[in-house]
């Protein structure tokens, strides 16, 4: 059994105010929750407007295939125009 764990790190630029940055992140994590399968959650930053950091987990029996969809998980969130990706790490384990 393989783990992955992802780690972004984003940047709201438009977010005003922290309804606007839930709004934001909530669409978001849909989006990739139901596209990707994955688990996913704001880990970090709860308080800042413009700053969050989500965690993703997903369960695998492949190290190949959990490596590949986090890493397609990174490129989703890195063409997606409401956040800027600033940082991001995958373990597995």
Do not use: C, P
Not at 10 to 21: A, N, Q
Not at 36 to 50: K, M, P, Q, T, Y
Not at 80 to 93: F, G, R
């Amino acid at each position: 059994m393989i783990v992955g764990v992802l780690r972004l790190e984003l940047f709201i630029g438009e977010s005003d105010s922290l309804k606007d940055k839930r709004r934001v992140l909530s669409s978001l994590t849909q989006r990739i929750r139901n596209r990707f399968n994955v688990s996913i959650a704001e880990v970090d930053g709860h308080d800042l407007w413009r700053r969050a950091t989500l965690g993703v987990a997903l369960v695998a029996n492949d190290r190949r295939y959990a490596q590949q969809v986090l890493s397609t998980v990174v490129d989703f969130v890195g063409r997606t125009a409401d956040v800027e990706l600033t940082d991001y790490s995958i373990e597995l384990l």
